[in-house]
Structure formats: C-alpha cells, structure tokens
C-alpha cells in the first residue's frame, strides 16, 4: 500500500470512529428528558462531524476560511476583512493516536487531537483553512505550530505572559496589527473603519444573547442541561456570528419560557455543580455526561471553550481604526483568565463571583494530562476555594474513555458528600 | 498416491482435513461436543466416506487444537499456533501474497501471529481467557438478535454509523445491546458496532505484536465481511482471507505437517538403510 | 444612559453660566474650584486662586488677625464645594476643561488618533501639579516676607500663576476679549512668566489637540482638589471582584489613570488625577464593578446592559454581504 493510499485508510478510520463516537453523545442526549427544541440547531452543526463535517462551517462563495486556536484570536478582524473564522481546538479521542505521531506521548490530548486533524483529511474545515492563526499560549501551542507547519498554512502569534506590563500590551497590539495585515492579504479585503466596527457589533450581539443565556443559567430552577450548555457556545467555533445570534435568541426566548414555568431537566434539589480547569471540546464530554447521568446538576462552568469565550466585550472608544484595534487588542489580551499568565488573580476572582451568581455547592476542577498551567492553578484555587467553604474535586484525565468508571466512582461520592453537607 | 489427514480440535467444532501429495482434497467442520476422540474418529471418517476413500487411506494424523493430546490415533500433535502458520503460509504461497501477520479470531479465542521473513514465527499475542473478541461474542448476538450468523456480515454493512459497544466483556455487552435493541436501535448498527469492538481489541493485540503486511485473517468469523471490513478499517490495512475455508486453516495445516514428517521419516529411513 | 453626552450638555450650560453669567446678574462667588477666570469681564463667579493669591500676599503676622480670618473664610467656601462636588468640578464644570474636551471632540471628528504617554512618564510628571500648588502658596508669601533669608520678590511676580495660566489668555476670547494675549516686557519676571502663558496657549492647541485633557494633568486646582477626594461626598467606587482588569477604563480615561484598572481591593477610586468624567463606568463592561455615587448612593453603575446600549447595540441587523 502506497503512502498516500495509507494516509487516506488512516483517515477513514479516524472518521468512522469519531462517527461512533457523536452518534454515541447524542443518542446519550436525545434519551434526556425535556431537551429544548431549539437545541436542534445546534445538534446539526455537530452532527455533521459523522461525515467530515461538511456544512458545519458556513462557506460562502469565495470567502476564506480563517483557522484560530485558543480564545486570543480577534475574530472581529477576521469578519471585517470578509472571511470567516474558525475555532479549531479539538476534543476527539479518535484523533489523538494520529497526532501521537508527531508529538511526544506527555503531550496534552486537545494538542494531539489537533495534530491529528491538521494532519489528516477528517474534518474538511482543518484543511479549508487559508491560514491559521496559531498563538504562542502555552508551551505545546508554542511548539505545535513548527510541527503543524507542514500540513497547515499557520501563522504564530506572539503572546505575552506578564499582561500587566506595558510592553506586553504593545507587543500584543503590534501582533494584532500584523495578524490584521495577513488577514486582509489572504481575504484581498482592506478592514476600514465601517467594517471594523459593524464586525465588532457583529460580534457584541452575539455576547448580548450570550449574556442572556448565562443571566438564565443562575436561575434556581435548571432549565438546561450542562452537556446542552457546553454544545450551545462550543458550536459558536464553527458558526457564523449572524445565524448563531438569531438560534441563540430563539433557544433563550425558550429558555426563558421554561423559567416561567419552573421546567427543569434537574430533578429538585439536584447538586449544583461547576467545573472549571482545561477545556473540553466536542465530543470529549466524557465528565458532563457522567455528571449528568449521576443526576447532577452541572450550573456553570468557566471553559476558555465556553462561558469565557464570550464573556469579555470590545470597548470602542473614540471609533478610529486604531482605536479600535488598541480596544480589541486590549479585551483578547487583558480580561482573559487563562492560567498561562503569571498573576491570575483575576481568574479566582471570576470563580469566586460564578460560585455566588450561580450558588453552586462544588466545583470539579479538570486537568488534562499533560496541561502545565492548570496543573500548576489547582493548588491555588484548592486554597481560595477551602477559604471560602466550597468543596472541590480534582480530576485528572484525557480524552480515552478508559476511567470513566474510576470518574464514576469518584463524582458520585463527591456528590454523596455535598448532598450530605446540606443537611449537615 | 498417500492420504494425509490434520484434526484441529478446537472449544467449539472440531475441523478435519485430508490432503494427499499434491492438493487438499476435502474437509469437514463439525461440534466437538463432550467426547473429542470418538468425535474427531466420527468425522475423519465421515469425510473419507464422502471422498471415497478406504477408512485406513490415511497414511499419517496430525492433531491440533486445545483437544490435540487426546486424539490417541494421532500420529503426532502440535500447537495450533504452527499449524495455523504452516496453514496460513501454504494458502498465501498459492496465492502469490507473502503472510506476515495472522489474525486467527476462533470460537472461543482470538490470536495474532508475526512472522519473520523466512515464515517462522516471531512473536504471537493470544486471547484465550475471555470471550470478548471472539466468534463466541458473535454467536450471542445473533441470538438476541434472532439473525443467522452468515447473514451478520451483510447486515452490517448497512449500517452509516456504527453504535459504540462500550462493554469490555462479553457478558456485559450482551445486556447492553439488549439495552439499544429496546431503544429500537437499527440492527446494522448494533452488529456493525459489535464488529467494531471486536477489531478494537484486535488492534490492540496487533499493536503489540507489530503488523507487517501481508495480514493473513481466518478462523471462522473470518466468513465475516462485515468483521473483515471493521478490522480492516481499524488496522489500516488490507486483509487475506483465503476464499471459503478460513475455519480449516489450521486444519490444513496440521495435514501438511503430517506430510512433511511423512516424508521426513522416508527420508531418515533411506538415510538409515 | 449616555453620560458624556449628558456631560457634555452640563459643561456647556456651565460654560455659558460661568463666561457669560455677569450679562444676566449671576455670581457664584469667587471662591470657585474652577477656572473661571477672573480676567473675563463678563464672568458669573470667580476662579479662586486670582483671590487666593492675593491673600497670601501678606506679611505672616497679619495672619493672626482680620486677614488671617478672610483666608479661612475663604478657604472654608473652597473647602465645602470641594467636599460636595468634589473633582466633578474638573469633569463637569471646567470651562477650561470643556474647551480641551471639544479639541478632542474636534480632532476624533477629523479621525486624527490619540496620542498616550508612555505609564513612567504620566508618573514622573504627576507632581509637577502639586508643585505649582505650593509655589502658589509661597511666591505670595515670599512677595510680602523674606522667605529663607532671601529679599521679598518684587511686585512683578503679582499673581504668578496667573501671569502663566493658559485660561487667561483664552477665556476672555469668548467676551470678545483679545487682550490678555500679550508678553509683558516691562520687566524680566514679567517677561518670562507671561511668555509662559503664551507658550502654555500654544500647547494647548498643539499638544492638547492630540492629548486628552493634556493641561490638566498639571492643573493646580486639580491638585487642590486632590485633598479631598477621600472626603468627597461625589465618589468613585471600585468592586474589585467584579472586575476582571479588561483595561477598557484605562484605555477611555482622558486622564490615563492607571490604578482604575489595576486596583484590586481599594473601593474609592477617586485617584490624584481623577476628573469624575465618568467615562471609565460608561465603558465598564461588568455588572456593579465601577460605580459613581452621591453621599453614597449609587447615581450610576457599570452594567452588562448598558454598556452594549452605549455602544451602539442593537443598532441595524445589517447581513453578512455588507459587513
């Protein structure tokens, strides 16, 4: 067998294992009862990972497809310079044994995962990309991209990890320039004044329905499920800002409805819980799934992948381009609480907050093997977190769904205990 | 013209095959049941009376299988790992295609073989204590499932997207797909995901051992094209299976034995004289 | 709520008030904590330091008896404006600082972008204020007594600061009053201090032009009122949990104040250089994380709500094919 032939066997092989792998998630899901029907929307979008993803991300005639990693790549550039962005972390187990080819085994799955689909035809939209814009985050990112080079058109992005100094944030505001400059060099599209802003707008109606929904999440009664919440902003890596707003806000108009008549998918008196740590991507949902059918009530998380991504908003001040790059500059950069920064002060003050908006009772704190910087945050927040009486979990994990019984176990006597702590 | 005859005793069926100087001239498959002697003398029989042959035609037995040491009438035995190699490599030199590696998935176990260059084996991976991955896992579906094991294959290649088996032991996933069958889960996908798992805990043996094509697949699953398919995909690699007689594999092989220490003895014999 | 555009219409009702009130009879006072000048004739009240100057231009011992007592008297008025209003005299009364306001307004009309200091720089000069305040203390004092040992200083250095005040050559324009632009050659004091004021004039149509609220950043009155911003019953305050350092405070402070963006557990935030504008609760982002409040109670608050409100939002749904 040839090397192209193999590369090809290879990559049907991860196709039709992640094909089992969402046909599994969701035939998990549709069994849930009282799912919001507007939840469907957002099933297609994932769906369509069973067949190499074609139709997740909109691709309008002509316009390019603009790979990010992380959360630090403005998107608002992206859309003003007419292309359209897409997220390109990944949470699939089945792409992580391809992606061990190229990187060592300590790696951290979501790395590999990545690796494996830039690598190999699985998912149409890693190899659309006309470029991919890859930040120097955290240490695998920062060598990921060398590596990816061969399979992708990645362009690194330098990224401070002192945010308080003044010249990170005039090193970051010069990589947002030049990130702007290749943008409009692969689009052929100048970003002016006009479009930078109605991109920006763009982007800020998609974090009012977002605030919607996150303002409806705090409410007593659980009105959608954790596994629901998370697929509702991971699709927002694929689709585009417009069409996710107007899905959004006819899910929260639902939503919302439901609260009026206290429908929950909780059963009363469910563990409130929230987990934060490494962000997990579609289709690793290997702990809300667990969590879940333990009859708990997962009510907030704090994911770059999710309640974060959409959280920080663009300040436009005096409206001139470079005004408004300084502002997009400053929100990817400054409000972000990923543990790769020095202080993250910020980052337990945030948890602290979602603890008390959402009166959650635990929180299950998720390392992925191999993620340094929130192996290194755990013992921090374990402190500000027995400082302020909340129980936590650690969990430390991959993408195999070799210890999901060990998971078991171990969520359900934490959840034991919190239910045992309410009475005591 | 000499008559040579190779009994693979295995858990489930007993295979038998007579072969003479130059080609193989018929075989039979049948269940072992309590009593592996008087059963292997059964066939062995039967099969001579089907091809014509006098009851003493044959020249030298061979015995293989787990049942191997109690077929007392056997001139000599050895382990089904090299009968199946022997067997394995015989069907892929007619074939002109160069054996490297077997998977052998049988009633109630499954192996993998490496071979070194010259055909001898290098290494092997067996799964004899469980009955996950075996034909045993696959015979219990069809129970359930009220289908004939020959239409298994066929079946499953209907399914677009297999459904994930999670159960790691055979037992359990039995109540699992009874589980999916009550949720009115489509059949092709509950056999074409059983074939999944299957191929799954293939691969990790494969994996151990080292694959090097050309792979060799038989047993009787190996009938299997929806099995075939799985493992194909999940190894990457094309599969051998030899057309119609993957479960005598080893059978034939144990026969061929028996012809080259037929010979070797005439030629110890001659050297002697 | 819009708050600068609400500002805005309060400083020009105040500019009017103070630059035109003498037509209508109006007098605040002259102990005002802002720069009305004095220069202007038609003025409705007074900037406190043309008066203030003069008072302190008395031998020591006088202090003890009926001057000592206009001096506290007049500090007193100063004091309890100060106290009420506290810096909102600077963000919201200022015609001086109104003007610098509709420079910057001017220059983001032409789309000229802003220019910031680099942060050691707005650090190093922060005093500079401050020292201004003390030598308007002590040029007076050193006219009528031998400070240190030294002779008194001759009468050219009458009003010292307002010979180099900006404001007056520039109010008095709005009267139709052409002036108090001018360099005093009668005498070398005169000469430099006057050339000051003109040269002063110049930056702010040059530097103040590409630097919000440039002048101020070295505004005696600003310093002065500094004393009382923990007193002050018109406040900043500052939940630091809430907030999550985005920096858009910072980024729309005219002033480039750093600690509104840094400070973590210190609530009033009325820092040294604050002019209460405002603007930083406008572009806060985070629910009840900045707040401006009146004897305490809250008068505005940053919300997730409003602040998409202010920045345009819904605004029009335009489709994918015009963005």
């Not at chain 1, 990921?144 to 505001?173: C, F, N, Q, T, Y």
């Not at chain 3, 008072?55 to 004091?79: V, Y």
């Not at chain 3, 707040?291 to 202010?310: D, H, N, S």
Request: hydrophobic content about 40%; glycine content about 6%; some cysteine.
């Amino acid at each position: 067998m040839d090397a192209q032939e193999k590369r090809r066997r290879l990559a049907n092989k991860v196709k039709v294992n992640l094909a089992m792998t969402v046909r599994e998630i969701f035939d998990a899901i549709e069994d849930e009862p009282s799912r919001p029907q507007n939840m469907a929307y957002f099933d297609r979008i994932f769906k369509t990972f069973t067949d190499g993803g074609k139709g997740a991300v909109p691709r309008e005639e002509g316009r390019k497809l603009i790979g990010t990693y992380c959360l630090f790549v403005p998107e608002e550039i992206i859309y003003a310079a007419g292309g359209q962005p897409v997220r390109l972390c990944a949470g699939s187990y089945d792409s992580t044994e391809v992606g061990e080819e190229f990187l060592p085994d300590v790696a951290c799955p979501m790395v590999k995962s990545e690796m494996g689909f830039s690598a190999l035809p699985v998912l149409s939209f890693y190899q659309d990309c006309s470029l991919v814009a890859l930040p120097a985050s955290c240490d695998w990112k920062t060598k990921m991209g060398a590596i990816m080079e061969e399979h992708a058109p990645v362009m690194m992005m330098d990224m401070p990890r002192i945010k308080e100094s003044e010249a990170s944030r005039e090193m970051w505001l010069s990589e947002i320039k030049r990130f702007k400059r290749e943008v409009e060099k692969v689009t052929g599209v100048k970003v002016n004044r006009r479009r930078l802003r109605e991109a920006i707008r763009l982007v800020q109606r998609a974090q009012v329905e977002f605030d919607r929904f996150h303002a409806i999440r705090k409410a007593d009664a659980t009105v959608i499920s954790g596994r629901d919440a998370l697929e509702v902003l991971n699709a927002y890596f694929y689709d585009h800002a417009e069409s996710w707003t107007a899905a959004m806000s006819l899910l929260n108009d639902e939503l919302e409805e439901r609260i009026r008549n206290k429908t929950s998918v909780t059963k009363p008196k469910a563990v409130r819980l929230m987990l934060t740590g490494s962000p997990m991507v579609f289709p690793n949902w290997k702990i809300p799934t667990v969590i879940e059918e333990l009859g708990g009530a997962l009510v907030a998380d704090e994911f770059c992948t999710s309640n974060r991504y959409l959280h920080d908003k663009v300040a436009v001040d005096e409206g001139s381009v470079n005004d408004m790059l300084h502002a997009i500059a400053d929100r990817y950069l400054l409000p972000c609480t990923c543990p790769i920064f020095s202080t993250t002060v910020d980052r337990r003050d945030r948890l602290l907050q979602l603890v008390e908006d959402h009166r959650v009772e635990g929180v299950i704190y998720h390392t992925l093997k191999g993620c340094h910087p929130y192996d290194l945050e755990t013992k921090l927040t374990e402190t500000l977190l027995r400082d302020n009486g909340i129980p936590m979990l650690r969990i430390e994990t991959d993408y195999s769904p070799q210890d999901v019984e060990q998971l078991r176990t171990r969520i359900e006597a934490f959840m034991e205990t919190l239910t045992g702590k309410r009475r005591g | 013209m000499s008559y040579f005859a190779g009994i693979d005793i295995g858990s489930a069926t007993t295979k038998v095959a007579v072969i003479d100087d130059n080609q193989i001239l018929g075989y039979k498959v049948a269940p072992t049941g309590v009593h592996c002697e008087e059963t292997a003398q059964q066939i062995l029989g039967d099969l001579l009376k089907q091809l014509e042959l006098p009851e003493d035609a044959v020249e030298r037995v061979t015995s293989t299988g787990y049942g191997r040491r109690l077929v007392k009438f056997a001139s000599s035995n050895i382990s089904e790992i090299s009968a199946n190699v022997k067997g394995a490599t015989w069907y892929g030199s007619q074939a002109g295609v160069t054996v490297r590696t077997i998977i052998n998935i049988g009633g109630q176990d499954s192996k993998v073989i490496a071979l070194d260059d010259s055909g001898v084996t290098k290494n092997f991976a067996m799964n004899d204590k469980c009955a996950a991955g075996t034909g045993r896992f696959l015979e219990t579906l069809c129970r359930i499932m009220e289908i004939n094991v020959t239409e298994m294959g066929e079946v499953s290649l209907e399914s677009t997207v297999p459904i994930r088996i999670n159960s790691t032991c055979a037992v359990f996933a039995e109540s699992e797909i009874i589980s999916l069958l009550a949720r009115r889960k489509a059949k092709a996908d509950i056999i074409a995901g059983a074939h999944y798992s299957i191929a799954n805990r293939v691969a990790r043996m494969v994996k151990r051992i080292g694959l090097q094509e050309t792979v060799f697949f038989d047993g009787g699953p190996a009938l299997n094209c929806g099995l075939k398919k799985a493992l194909e995909d999940e190894l990457v690699t094309d599969l051998y299976v030899p057309p119609s007689v993957p479960q005598v594999t080893t059978a034939v092989g144990a026969a061929l034995i028996a012809r080259e220490e037929s010979m070797n003895d005439e030629l110890i014999e001659a050297e002697s004289a | 709520m819009k708050v600068y555009r609400l500002r805005i219409a309060v400083q020009f009702v105040c500019f009017i008030l103070l630059v035109y009130g003498g037509l209508f009879l109006i007098d605040l006072g002259s102990r005002l904590p802002t720069f009305s000048c004095a220069y202007m004739d038609d003025r409705g009240g007074g900037c406190f330091f043309i008066g203030f100057q003069h008072m302190m231009n008395r031998p020591l011992g006088e202090f003890l008896g009926d001057a000592g007592i206009r001096l506290l008297k007049a500090l007193g008025i100063f004091a309890l404006w100060a106290v009420v209003l506290n810096k909102a005299w600077c963000g919201w009364v200022c015609p001086f600082g109104f003007l610098q306001d509709m420079m910057t307004k001017l220059r983001t009309f032409i789309g000229v972008d802003v220019s910031r200091f680099a942060w050691m720089t707005r650090t190093r000069y922060k005093s500079v204020k401050y020292i201004l305040l003390v030598l308007m203390i002590l040029i007076p004092l050193g006219m009528a007594n031998s400070v240190f040992g030294l002779p008194t200083l001759p009468r050219d250095w009458s009003v010292a600061f307002c010979q180099i005040c900006p404001a007056r050559l520039i109010l008095p324009i709005f009267n139709g009053d052409f002036s108090q632009i001018y360099v005093d050659f009668s005498g070398s004091v005169r000469m430099i201090l006057t050339s000051l004021g003109v040269i002063l004039t110049g930056l702010f149509f040059t530097t103040a032009f590409v630097k919000r609220r440039f002048l101020c950043s070295y505004c005696p009155m600003l310093a002065a009122l500094s004393l009382f911003d923990k007193i002050g019953l018109t406040s900043l305050k500052k939940n630091g949990q809430r907030c999550t350092r985005c920096g858009n405070c910072s980024r729309a402070c005219p002033m480039e104040i750093r600690e509104i963006e840094e400070e973590k557990t210190l609530s009033n935030l009325v820092t040294q250089d604050c002019t209460l504008c405002l603007r930083c609760v406008e572009v806060c982002p985070e629910d009840k994380a900045l707040q401006a409040t009146f004897c305490g109670v809250p008068i505005f608050t940053a919300t997730q709500e409003g602040f998409l409100k202010r920045q345009g939002l819904p605004g029009e749904n335009k489709t994918e094919k015009e963005v």
